[in-house]
């Protein structure tokens, strides 16, 4: 039987299947890390003996009710609850939290493997198997990156959207129309699962027009990008009102402002209906930002949901008044909180309930009163959270005793900083994008909300990437002013007169 025309350009397509000596050599080259990615897959398997199936949190619930009555929610985005609804058959949270750690691990996989691509580094050298995979080791073994992965939240699987769409664009030395628009595709989705993310596609956008691959790419990546997010903007306000993501920024933004926002010094640039949003509250005395969405009494004076449309404006309008007036408290605020990121030590915040959740409980988790017939329907498991011994205690030990310090983290940006100023002729290089990313996932929340912990752990793998970049730079750097130069490869000068006939030796 002959081969049709059709099957041999699709063989030539993909690639050569590797032979059995193939396979032993690619994984001698890369068995630091293959070993690695086998004690991570371990401590998961471990975490889910202990934790039963998964770890529920308060943004669960509202998660799983969107995927089993699909809508366009004002406060939780479309993305995670679809991927909800794509493993909604197996009617296992035990599923989904295997799928996340697998997410976890990909992303790890994904970042090695682009670490060891040679044109990513001044003289096109490649860090060997053993760096690139102490880069990603935080991935691979942080506590509170395991613990995370096993809630039910959208985190893992934006992080492996972005890690991907990064890693696109980088792959080659010029990236092609393909890998562009794939980009910009992966980047919709994370958007329309963590809005965090549309600043990342802008960064994107960005670092394209610097490394000068074409407007007509850049205009392809962007298209990608805004079609679909544009087509759920439009889902978004058949139901909603409103074109948008979410109806979540005005009062976040305004909840930001709580902090420090005095109503005595707006003048009277503030409009009669929204006074009552202002706190006579001493600042000093008043709680984290996220009460002011939740629990204190400001927004709840006003009638309708938390988010509705004109409670949004309203919110958003006395924040932008009080960064107005206050720019200086503003910007402490921000730098209070900005400041929390690279601690050494994790002190409880923002309050001990929230900081709970980040932690690996020692007793068995109820549903939340009234939700068990709802998550009965995802998965008809009797507890939200069954905790096995002596699995449990070990995740819980492991947790306290392996996570990366903020401190360290700093140095890894402050690495990522010098390599790009290092590399300021070609507008900092390729580090460019990766700490680009780090940097926005960990200045937006403190800026536009408040600080937490959580929000930390998506930009650490690109400050990582961004500092492993930095340091090759630097050795290739420190190789070549160590190299003898073309006339002193010859060994010292010769005395006039004295000269002997050079031969080429060919090895």
């Known amino acids: 039987m002959t081969e049709s025309p059709k099957w041999r350009k699709l063989q030539k397509m993909l690639p050569p299947v590797p032979d059995r000596a193939g396979l032993l050599a690619s994984a001698r080259r890369h068995r630091v890390f293959l070993a690695l990615l086998g004690l991570a897959l371990l401590l998961r398997i471990i975490t889910l003996l202990g934790y039963r199936w998964a770890i529920w949190f308060p943004d669960s619930y509202p998660y799983v009710d969107v995927?089993?009555?699909?809508?366009?929610?004002?406060?939780?985005?479309?993305?995670?609850p679809l991927l909800l609804m794509v493993l909604r058959p197996l009617h296992s949270v035990g599923a989904v939290v295997v799928v996340?750690?697998?997410?976890?691990?990909?992303?790890?996989?994904?970042?090695?493997?682009?670490?060891?691509?040679?044109?990513?580094?001044?003289?096109?050298?490649?860090?060997?198997?053993?760096?690139?995979?102490l880069a990603v080791t935080p991935v691979l073994f942080d506590g509170n990156q395991i613990e995370l992965e096993h809630l039910l939240l959208s985190d893992t699987y934006f992080l492996l959207l972005v890690t991907a769409a990064a890693a696109l664009v980088l792959w080659s030395p010029k990236p092609s129309a393909r890998q562009v628009v794939a980009a910009g595709l992966l980047l919709s989705l994370a958007i329309i699962t963590r809005t965090i993310g549309t600043p990342?596609?802008?960064?994107?956008?960005?670092?394209?027009?610097?490394?000068?691959?074409?407007?007509?790419?850049?205009?392809?990546?962007?298209?990608?990008?805004?079609?679909?997010?544009?087509?759920?903007?439009?889902?978004?306000a058949s139901e909603n009102g409103s074109f948008a993501l979410s109806g979540t920024d005005g009062v976040f933004l305004y909840s930001r402002t709580m902090t420090f926002a005095d109503c005595d010094k707006f003048g009277d640039r503030l409009p009669v209906d929204a006074y009552a949003l202002c706190d006579s509250t001493?600042?000093?005395?008043?709680?984290?930002?996220?009460?002011?969405?939740?629990?204190?009494?400001?927004?709840?004076?006003?009638?309708?949901?938390?988010?509705?449309p004109y409670k949004s404006d309203l919110a958003r309008t006395f924040a932008k008044e009080?960064?107005?007036?206050?720019?200086g408290d503003y910007l402490k605020a921000f730098l209070t909180d900005f400041g929390r990121t690279f601690r050494w030590d994790r002190p409880i915040y923002p309050d001990p309930k929230t900081?709970?959740?980040?932690?690996?409980?020692?007793e068995t988790q109820e549903y939340w009163p009234g939700k068990a017939d709802m998550a009965a329907q995802y998965d008809d498991q009797s507890t939200a959270t069954r905790v096995v011994e002596p699995y449990a205690g070990f995740m819980r030990g492991y947790q306290k005793a392996v996570h990366l310090p903020g401190t360290v983290l700093g140095v890894l940006l402050l690495i990522g900083l010098g390599g790009i100023l290092a590399r300021w002729r070609s507008w900092g290089g390729v580090a460019l994008l990766p700490f680009g990313y780090a940097m926005a996932l960990l200045v937006i929340p403190p800026a536009t909300v408040l600080f937490d912990y959580r929000y930390v752990l998506p930009a650490v793998p690109f400050a990582a990437v961004a500092a492993a970049i930095a340091l090759r730079d630097l050795d290739a750097w420190r190789r070549s002013r160590g190299a003898p130069d073309a006339e002193g490869a010859s060994g010292p000068a010769e005395?006039?007169?004295?000269?002997e006939p050079r031969v080429a030796v060919v090895s």
């Open 322 to 327: 009080a960064i107005v007036a206050q720019p």
């Open 200 to 236: 990342l596609l802008i960064i994107l956008l960005v670092f394209l027009v610097i490394r000068g691959v074409g407007w007509r790419l850049v205009a392809g990546g962007l298209a990608a990008a805004v079609v679909p997010i544009a087509a759920y903007c439009g889902w978004y």
């Open 355 to 362: 900081y709970s959740y980040y932690v690996f409980p020692e």
């Open 100 to 133: 996340q750690h697998l997410m976890g691990l990909a992303a790890a996989g994904v970042l090695y493997a682009l670490l060891r691509r040679p044109h990513l580094f001044r003289g096109k050298r490649a860090l060997p198997g053993w760096a690139a995979a």
């Open 495 to 499: 005395p006039e007169g004295r000269k």
């Open 67 to 80: 995927a089993l009555h699909p809508r366009p929610d004002p406060v939780r985005t479309f993305g995670y």
């Open 282 to 308: 001493p600042p000093e005395q008043r709680p984290v930002s996220h009460f002011y969405v939740w629990e204190e009494s400001q927004i709840f004076r006003y009638p309708g949901g938390i988010f509705a």
